[in-house]
C-alpha cells in the first residue's frame, strides 16, 4: 500500500496533539477524519471554546467529529462506516474501548510523552521533571484496553534540560511525537514496524496531577523543589504560603552551600529573585504570583510590595 493512501482517523483534543496532525497533512498522509472532545466552556465569560485540534482540522477542512461517548453502538457504527485503516490517537483524553481500538486492519496507534514502560498515565511530563529524570522521550505504541501496556513500535530519547518546566518540555515532544508518527507510517506502509513487548516489571506510574500535588515542603532539598515547581509549571504549579496567603514560585534556581536558615526561610529578596532556605541547600525563585495578583518576575514584584527577610514560608 502506498504511504498517503492509508486511511487514517485522527484522535486528539489539545495543544499537545497539535503536532501530530501538522505533520501528518504535511507529509500528505491521508487523513479522513478528525475525532476530538466536545467544545468547552473557558475563561470569566464561560464560553464556549473548541479544542487546539479541531482549530487545525477546520482550517484544513477536515470532517470533525466531536461525539459526547465514543462507547456508544452509534458512533462505532459512524467510524466503521469510514472504512479507516488505521487510527492515530495523541492526547484524546479518554480511554478507547477495545471494538474501536480494532477496528481498524492496523489496529490504533499512539503518540505517548515518555518512554515506555516508564511513566505510564495521564500525566508523564509532569512526573519526568518532579522525578528529576535526566532524559524522557516519546514512544509509538500499539493501544490495547489497558493504561499504556501495549506493544511498543517506535521510541525516540531526548535530554531534559536543567531549565526545562512542564509547558516547554511538552512543547518539544509535541513536536518530536508528530516526526516520529510520521516515520512510523512510513514502515508501517513498507512492512518495516517492528513491535516488541513491554517490560510490565519495569513500568512506573505517572498518575493525573491536582493542587493538592503542588503544596511545597520546605523540609525537602533545594533540588527536589525545583524539579517540584519546573514539573507544575504552567498547571498546576507549585505553591507555599506566606502570613496565611498562597504564593506560587516559578524559574527556580538551585544553590548549593550551607544553610543556617531554618527550613523555608526568606533568606534574601532582591533584583535576582527570591532567596529561600530548605533542608539542603537553597532556592532562588525568580518569578511568583501572589495570591489575587499575576504571575512576574521577583525584581517587578519588589518595586511595590517588598519581602521581610526572615519571614517564613509555609
Request: proline share 7%.
Amino acid at each position: 500500500m502506498s504511504e498517503n493512501s492509508l486511511r487514517i482517523i485522527f484522535m486528539g483534543t489539545p495543544q499537545f496533539a497539535v503536532p501530530s496532525l501538522e505533520a501528518m497533512l504535511s507529509h500528505g498522509r491521508n487523513v479522513i477524519a478528525v475525532v476530538t472532545q466536545p467544545d468547552r466552556r473557558k475563561g470569566r465569560g464561560r464560553k464556549l471554546a473548541p479544542p487546539p485540534v479541531k482549530e487545525v482540522a477546520l482550517q484544513e477542512k477536515l470532517p470533525v467529529l466531536q461525539p459526547d461517548t465514543i462507547k456508544s453502538a452509534a458512533f462505532l457504527s459512524e467510524i466503521e462506516n469510514l472504512k479507516p485503516d488505521i487510527i492515530v490517537v495523541t492526547a484524546y483524553g479518554k480511554i478507547l474501548p477495545g471494538p474501536l481500538l480494532s477496528l481498524p486492519r492496523y489496529g490504533t496507534i499512539n503518540v505517548h510523552g515518555s518512554l515506555l514502560p516508564q511513566y505510564r498515565g495521564a500525566a508523564p511530563i509532569q512526573w519526568a521533571l518532579i522525578n528529576g529524570e535526566a532524559e524522557t522521550g516519546v514512544t509509538i505504541m500499539q493501544m490495547d484496553e489497558g493504561m499504556d501496556t501495549g506493544d511498543i513500535l517506535l521510541p525516540r530519547a531526548i535530554p531534559i534540560a536543567p531549565e526545562d518546566t512542564a509547558g516547554s518540555l511538552a512543547e518539544k515532544l509535541s513536536v518530536l511525537g508528530g516526526e516520529l508518527l510520521v516515520e512510523a507510517l512510513d514502515l508501517l506502509t513498507e512492512d518495516k514496524l517492528v513491535s516488541r513487548k513491554q517490560d510490565d516489571a519495569a513500568a512506573t506510574y505517572a498518575p493525573l496531577l491536582s493542587k493538592k500535588d503542588g503544596r511545597i515542603d520546605w523540609e525537602k532539598s533545594a533540588s527536589t523543589i525545583s524539579c517540584l515547581i519546573r514539573g507544575l509549571d504552567p498547571w498546576p504549579s507549585a505553591s507555599t504560603t506566606l502570613d496565611g496567603k498562597w504564593m506560587r514560585l516559578f524559574v527556580p534556581e538551585v544553590r548549593d552551600g550551607e544553610v543556617s536558615d531554618a527550613p523555608g526561610t526568606i533568606v534574601r529578596a532582591g533584583t535576582e529573585g527570591l532567596l529561600i532556605a530548605t533542608s539542603k541547600g537553597s532556592l532562588l525563585a525568580k518569578e511568583i504570583q501572589r495570591e489575587g495578583g499575576r504571575r512576574m518576575d521577583v525584581e517587578s514584584f519588589l518595586r511595590g510590595r517588598p519581602f521581610a527577610e526572615g519571614s517564613q514560608l509555609d
